[in-house]
């Protein structure tokens, strides 16, 4: 499949027939219309360019009416497709509006779903389906979430048995404005409210943590509803084809029936395994097994599935590069090459050298165990042990952070505002949530240890306490237990990587050397001593001035990497070399 579309569309139709490049449409938008060329079912949607995110921020944050028609023309086509007409009490279209990158940043950006329900679309959805519960949930979920992400409105979270009135009422209270009434007027607000996203303090902090540029944009991919909450035959789920903590090879995900994709990915409401959608709807559970096999070998990568069910139909919403453990990187890595999907020059580009200098931190001393009683369990969601003191706020997190304390960050739940004190921490435990929660998945991509599902109030309790957090066992434990060092050997998978590291690295780069050699320490070279930043030209200078062996910390950064690289030095020394070798990979794909 071919992309057909040209930068200048305004608005693109996702039916299958062309495959548009990420870096147009992002990829939530690329995963609908790669699934749907697949012939998966998945709900008619279109999708709003990146390039017209750049554009409505240069225009002062407008909407200009030559979009506006086009995405009206998009509507029409999920009409036409779905043969309900948006706004109509008599056959009524909702839709769900989206965020999507061209790289993935999970839960950073904004989403409105249920958009279109009015009191009217409301007693009619209750007369077409005979739910009137059903309805009522559904309006009262869509004004819950218009007020806090496109009027940002403060809430607490959704609790079932509201009423659209109740959340209209709590809106106007906290903001002083209404959630509009003509559904018109909610997507134009929600397509902007995505859009400013992208400049949100959370995403500007996750995209400065990952290096990933502030230029570009977000693209807005709108689809039709399918309702999780309608009847017993009804839920959402996450599927990841390979268990994401450990990076075993069977399937591993969660279900929540009655329920739509943000109470599972919001850490919110108590989930269920899979096996529980198995017991349920055998059927069910075997197309969408089936359905995630054929994607992750299309993609040829673990695949993290969004997936709703409404009225025993399953629908997939969403397919991405799964976010996984360091753990479980180092093993999809390698087991992805025995299976013969990758070769072993692509495995050594999936494994990060933070993920490597992770698994290689020490681990809890048996003997630490033997006397040691949790404080809290719960569900083990990122592996990894850390040791730090509780902070509930984000804020204070990150201050104390930056201020050189170790700071486990201890909540009732996280949301994407949380990220810079997620980041700013060694571990975090959640009172709510599952292993596909927001906590999970984003400590997961950071390689924070974290434990999610501790019990209502018992995270908050952990407030100003030395805790040691084993993120493998979901436990958590008062003070600070001993620990054991850990190398490449402890590591079945660490093994094979490294040897395929030394054998694709352009520079030789070992753990020791003869004694009676000579080496130059570059520890200090070219590194200003204030700020700790590195003077590339320096570091580079020094090394083509002396032709030694080299080693010292300075070279694990970029600029010694590239200074490496630029000066043709032939040895290095770092123990272990794996990450290393991994750093000067990636800097020579770059």
């Known amino acids: 499949?071919?992309?057909?579309?040209?930068?200048?569309?305004?608005?693109?139709?996702?039916?299958?027939?062309?495959?548009?490049?990420?870096?147009?449409?992002?990829?939530?938008?690329?995963?609908?219309?790669?699934?749907?060329?697949?012939?998966?079912?998945?709900?008619?949607?279109?999708?709003?360019?990146?390039?017209?995110?750049?554009?409505?921020?240069?225009?002062?944050?407008?909407?200009?009416?030559?979009?506006?028609?086009?995405?009206?023309?998009?509507?029409?086509?999920?009409?036409?497709?779905?043969?309900?007409?948006?706004?109509?009490?008599?056959?009524?279209l909702l839709v769900s509006v989206r965020s999507g990158a061209a790289i993935s940043m999970p839960g950073m950006m904004d989403t409105v779903l249920n958009l279109g329900i009015t009191d009217e679309v409301e007693h009619g959805l209750a007369h077409i389906t005979g739910d009137a519960i059903y309805a009522r949930d559904t309006h009262a979920r869509f004004c819950h979430q218009f007020g806090d992400v496109v009027l940002k409105a403060h809430l607490d979270p959704y609790a079932s048995g509201s009423t659209a009135a109740d959340m209209r009422?709590?809106?106007?209270?906290?903001?002083?404005?209404?959630?509009?009434?003509?559904?018109?007027?909610?997507?134009?607000?929600?397509?902007?409210?995505?859009?400013?996203?992208?400049?949100?303090?959370?995403?500007?902090?996750?995209?400065?943590?990952?290096?990933?540029?502030?230029?570009?944009?977000?693209?807005?991919?709108?689809?039709?509803?399918?309702?999780?909450?309608?009847?017993?035959?009804?839920?959402?789920?996450?599927?990841?084809?390979?268990?994401?903590?450990?990076?075993?090879?069977?399937?591993?995900?969660?279900?929540?029936?009655?329920?739509?994709?943000?109470?599972?990915?919001?850490?919110?409401?108590?989930?269920?395994?899979?096996?529980?959608?198995?017991?349920?709807?055998?059927?069910?559970?075997?197309?969408?097994?089936?359905?995630?096999?054929?994607?992750?070998?299309?993609?040829?990568?673990?695949q993290d599935v969004e997936f709703t069910v409404e009225a025993g139909t399953l629908y997939l919403l969403q397919t991405r590069t799964a976010k996984r453990s360091p753990d479980a990187a180092v093993r999809i890595a390698t087991d992805l090459v025995s299976e013969?999907?990758?070769?072993?020059?692509?495995?050594?580009?999936?494994?990060?050298?933070?993920?490597?200098?992770?698994?290689?931190?020490?681990?809890l001393a048996p003997e630490a165990l033997i006397d040691a009683t949790p404080v809290a369990v719960g569900e083990a969601a990122c592996p990894g042990i850390a040791i730090g003191i509780g902070v509930v706020d984000p804020d204070e997190a990150e201050r104390r952070a930056h201020a050189g304390e170790d700071i486990v960050l201890v909540r009732p739940t996280t949301s994407p505002n949380d990220v810079h004190g997620m980041i700013a921490?060694?571990?975090?435990?959640?009172?709510?949530?599952?292993?596909?929660?927001?906590?999970?998945?984003?400590?997961?991509?950071?390689?924070?240890?974290?434990?999610?599902?501790?019990?209502?109030?018992?995270?908050?309790?952990?407030?100003g306490q030395l805790l040691t957090v084993d993120g493998a066992a979901g436990r958590v434990y008062q003070?600070?237990?001993?620990?054991?060092?850990?190398?490449?050997?402890?590591?079945?998978?660490?093994?094979?990587?490294?040897?395929?590291?030394?054998?694709?690295?352009?520079?030789?780069?070992?753990?020791?050397?003869?004694?009676?050699?000579?080496?130059?320490?570059?520890?200090?070279?070219?590194?200003?001593?204030?700020?700790?930043?590195?003077?590339q030209e320096a570091v580079t200078q020094a090394l083509l001035a002396n032709a030694l062996p080299v080693r010292g910390s300075v070279l694990n950064t970029t600029e010694g990497v590239r200074a490496l690289l630029a000066s043709g030095t032939s040895l290095v020394i770092a123990d272990p070399p794996l990450p290393l070798q991994l750093r000067v990979l990636q800097a020579t794909k770059e």
């Not at 998966?40 to 750049?54: D, T, W």
């Not at 009416?65 to 086509?77: F, P």
């Not at 999907?341 to 020490?362: K, Y």
């Not at 060092?485 to 054998?503: G, N």
Request: charged share 20%.
């Open 425 to 463: 921490a060694v571990a975090v435990v959640t009172d709510l949530g599952g292993s596909t929660s927001h906590a999970a998945v984003v400590t997961r991509a950071l390689g924070r240890p974290s434990v999610v599902g501790v019990g209502d109030g018992v995270a908050e309790g952990l407030e």
């Open 340 to 363: 013969g999907f990758i070769d072993s020059a692509t495995a050594v580009m999936r494994v990060t050298p933070e993920q490597v200098a992770s698994v290689l931190l020490p681990t």
């Open 169 to 302: 009422a709590l809106v106007l209270e906290d903001v002083g404005e209404s959630i509009p009434e003509d559904p018109y007027s909610q997507l134009r607000a929600a397509i902007s409210a995505v859009f400013d996203s992208w400049t949100s303090a959370r995403a500007r902090s996750y995209r400065k943590h990952w290096g990933i540029s502030d230029e570009g944009g977000t693209a807005v991919t709108v689809q039709a509803m399918v309702f999780g909450n309608l009847g017993d035959e009804s839920g959402t789920g996450v599927l990841f084809t390979r268990n994401p903590l450990n990076g075993e090879a069977t399937p591993y995900g969660e279900w929540l029936p009655g329920g739509q994709g943000d109470d599972v990915v919001g850490g919110t409401h108590a989930v269920l395994d899979l096996s529980a959608l198995e017991a349920a709807m055998p059927t069910v559970h075997e197309e969408l097994l089936t359905w995630a096999k054929t994607l992750e070998d299309e993609h040829r990568e673990v």
């Open 1 to 92: 499949m071919t992309s057909t579309t040209q930068q200048a569309d305004r608005i693109i139709v996702l039916d299958g027939t062309s495959l548009p490049g990420r870096e147009l449409i992002g990829g939530k938008a690329w995963s609908i219309a790669r699934m749907t060329g697949l012939g998966l079912r998945v709900p008619p949607a279109f999708v709003i360019p990146i390039s017209e995110c750049i554009r409505y921020h240069e225009a002062g944050k407008t909407i200009d009416d030559d979009l506006w028609d086009s995405v009206m023309d998009g509507v029409r086509s999920i009409e036409s497709a779905t043969g309900r007409r948006f706004g109509d009490p008599h056959s009524p």
């Open 479 to 535: 003070g600070a237990l001993p620990l054991q060092a850990t190398t490449i050997e402890d590591h079945p998978a660490l093994s094979p990587l490294a040897a395929w590291a030394s054998e694709h690295c352009p520079i030789d780069i070992v753990a020791q050397h003869d004694s009676d050699i000579l080496d130059l320490d570059v520890e200090r070279i070219g590194v200003d001593p204030e700020t700790g930043r590195v003077d």
